[in-house]
């Protein structure tokens, strides 16, 4: 049966309580100098005989102000935003303004210390502070990152590098006050510039002035707050379209009787998105589990999911490509299947946007186990046990590829791990020895021997209590990537060669590793970082900003950084059996 959202009897009642008020839409369009910023362009012009690109532009804002026209500010101290503008994510709205005229619009790029170094698990699934909607926290190390600037940078002779431009620290809270002429008598929309040649302007790159790291005295950090903070202006103002009040019925399907599965996750975590429409029950559960392990789902009834997310290897293949039910080799190596509440897209491309939508690829996948869905759906509903999981589940014992994709995402929801020596030794019941110790500090520390930095820089991206993030990156296997990987699904040619970055839960468990499954062991794949890394075009700007012949870590180094990725092994793992 389907049910109505909770929700929608509240959404509607905000909507009402704020038709006597009014919203502000703000667009930030970013720029370079007059043109609008073409994202992973390397050629673009700083005024230092540097050419350089801009692949990422992140900012989290806050404290937003509107000044009426008598010189009273109307503040909103609890909002914040977050922009992630390569990706799209370039508005941010003030809601529920009184009626009026403004002449000023104030906000700060960064947070107060109070919001700063708050808990970030707190934060609701899509609060712009929840560390998996802005990748901008620093994980373990506390505090979020207020803005971050990353790319690539070609010298007059020819040599290149990465630069990445972190801003952080309450020290670096920016603040931006712009002149507008508002008449709030209806939504409106404002329409800002950004304009990055502005903040690069005579910032002269090269290995030692590839980063900054905000910490005091970091004259770098300073210069670049202070361009940032003047780099906005102000457009055009129009009338935002009337909105109709919509408020969309949640489309769940579930038994009337079904039991609420207890969802739980550690201390530390951020909050899951977990859908909305698919609410986890017991009995949905237990039907995905159960379809997890059946070989049925395969054209010829050989092979289930767990023929090739084997759980003694956290869910993932030992092989480097799996081979299909008839036989066929894969061409990326399987991805283990635990804190998938945590991804917001899926297979190593991204091409799925849920986990719902992920399930189905496989069983119509010809090289994987080739079924088609209505031969899928014929063979379960004929089977009684089926037919009594999908009534105590979903309401009805109809069986269709719908229900299919909900039970299997529910089961697969709940496989969460994070129970590893390390989160022993974070919560005090265990003690990591030197060397694991020794592992997580490089682990976690930048590579910048100018500034006595010499870590593994591992962290900029399998930082934070899920060490991974939620981004697409070429980490340097190939100078021209064989596989285009995420550009095959958005067509930016920046995107070339880029995966989803996984998970190092569990590494010693999943090998062989990296997209092709080319390293076998956990050496091979620290040999690479070390002095592997390939260069290209849209290689990641924080394996860019290091020396061409790579950061040329010493064994010991190398051994102690093995041992800190074994303590993050979950020998209590479940395993989905």
Request: aromatic content about 8%; charged content about 20%.
């Amino acid at each position: 049966m389907k049910v109505p959202s909770i929700l929608f009897t509240a959404i509607l009642a905000g909507l009402s309580c704020a038709e006597a008020q009014h919203r502000l839409d703000v667009e930030v369009m970013p720029c370079f100098g007059p043109a609008p910023l073409a994202f992973d362009t390397l050629g673009l012009e700083t005024g230092t005989h540097r050419s350089v690109s801009v692949t990422r532009c992140d900012l989290l804002l806050s404290a937003a102000a509107l000044q009426r026209e008598d010189g009273g500010w109307i503040g909103m101290e609890k909002w914040s935003a977050y922009l992630g503008m390569r990706e799209g994510k370039t508005r941010f709205a003030l809601p529920n303004i009184p009626e009026g005229k403004f002449k000023r619009l104030r906000f700060h790029i960064g947070l107060s210390s109070q919001m700063n170094h708050g808990d970030p698990s707190r934060h609701a699934p899509r609060h712009p502070l929840n560390p998996l909607v802005n990748g901008m926290h620093w994980g373990w190390q506390g505090g979020y990152v207020f803005a971050a600037l990353e790319g690539r940078w070609r010298g007059a002779d020819g040599a290149m590098g990465g630069y990445s431009y972190h801003l952080a620290n309450d020290e670096h809270l920016m603040t931006v006050e712009l002149p507008v002429t508002l008449d709030l008598t209806r939504d409106q929309t404002l329409h800002l510039t950004l304009d990055l040649r502005a903040v690069l302007k005579d910032v002269e790159m090269a290995e030692d002035n590839s980063t900054t790291h905000s910490r005091p005295g970091d004259g770098l950090a300073g210069e670049i707050c202070t361009k940032l903070s003047a780099a906005f202006s102000v457009g055009n103002i129009s009338p935002t379209p009337s909105r109709a009040e919509v408020a969309t019925k949640v489309n769940a399907r579930i038994a009337e009787g079904a039991t609420p599965y207890r969802f739980t996750y550690p201390a530390g975590f951020p909050r899951p998105d977990l859908p909305v429409d698919n609410p986890l029950t017991e009995e949905g559960v237990v039907f995905g589990r159960k379809l997890f392990h059946d070989t049925r789902l395969s054209g010829n009834g050989t092979q289930s999911c767990a023929s090739c997310h084997i759980a003694e290897q956290g869910l993932s293949d030992p092989r480097r490509y799996s081979i299909g039910a008839f036989g066929d080799k894969g061409t990326r190596q399987a991805m283990p299947l635990f804190n998938l509440a945590w991804k917001s897209s899926y297979f190593w491309d991204g091409r799925a946007p849920t986990l719902r939508a992920q399930v189905l690829q496989p069983i119509g996948n010809p090289i994987e186990m080739h079924a088609s869905l209505p031969q899928v759906v014929g063979r379960l509903s004929v089977d009684a046990e089926y037919r009594s999981m999908a009534l105590a589940a979903f309401g009805s014992e109809a069986i269709d590829s719908d229900a299919v994709a909900r039970a299997l995402e529910q089961f697969l929801l709940t496989l969460v791990s994070a129970d590893s020596k390390f989160d022993r030794a974070m919560r005090g019941e265990e003690v990591l020895t030197e060397e694991e110790e020794r592992g997580a500090r490089l682990f976690n520390t930048e590579y910048d021997p100018g500034r006595g930095r010499r870590g593994a820089d591992c962290f900029h991206c399998h930082g934070g209590p899920m060490f991974q993030s939620m981004a697409f990156a070429n980490n340097g296997l190939d100078a021209g990537p064989k596989d285009a990987g995420r550009s095959m699904v958005t067509g930016f040619s920046g995107d070339r060669g880029k995966f989803a970055v996984p998970t190092m839960r569990n590494i010693a468990l999943t090998a062989p590793y990296m997209h092709d499954g080319r390293f076998a062991t956990l050496e091979e794949v620290i040999g690479h970082y070390s002095r592997g890394v390939a260069r290209s075009d849209t290689l990641d700007a924080n394996l860019a900003k290091h020396p061409v012949g790579g950061i040329d870590l010493s064994p010991a180094d190398k051994r102690a950084l093995v041992a800190f990725l074994r303590t993050l092994t979950d020998e209590h793992f479940p395993t989905g059996k």
